[in-house]
């Protein structure tokens, strides 16, 4: 067997030296993508959150805290209106009796006459 030629094996090795060059560029690429992706992954997940506990939070807590007085002013309210409709059923309730008793001493006098 005869021995290969010189450059032959010159430039396979050259191009074995650069297809090694290749590979690890390219695992090297995927790496730092990778790295990339869970990045922009965390960012997506997570600024929605920030922004909700920086902005949206306070207003809504506020939001609801008014709401609760708004609610609160509406029930006592409604009671203070409920207890004005009782008095003014009572009142009514009274108010045929003492109609009655006056009208029965006008018509009295005036049969009388």
């Known amino acids: 067997m005869e021995n ?3 450059d032959l094996l010159k430039e396979i090795y050259h ?4 297809n090694n060059e290749m590979l690890h560029a390219q695992r090297r690429s995927a790496f730092l993508m990778g790295i990339l992706k869970f990045l922009l992954y965390v960012v997506l997940f997570a600024a ?3 922004f909700y506990m920086t902005y ?3 207003t809504l807590d506020t939001l609801i805290t008014e709401m609760n007085k708004i609610q609160g002013t509406t029930t006592v309210q409604q009671q203070k209106f409920q207890g004005f ?3 003014i059923q009572d009142f009514r309730s009274k108010l045929p009796a003492f109609m009655q ?3 029965a001493s006008t018509s009295s006098t ?3 006459q």
């Open 4 to 6: 290969p030629p010189q």
């Open 15 to 18: 191009l074995t030296r650069e």
């Open 48 to 50: 929605p959150i920030w």
């Open 56 to 58: 949206v939070s306070g």
């Open 85 to 87: 409709e009782k008095a």
């Open 101 to 103: 008793g006056s009208s």
């Open 110 to 112: 005036s049969s009388q």
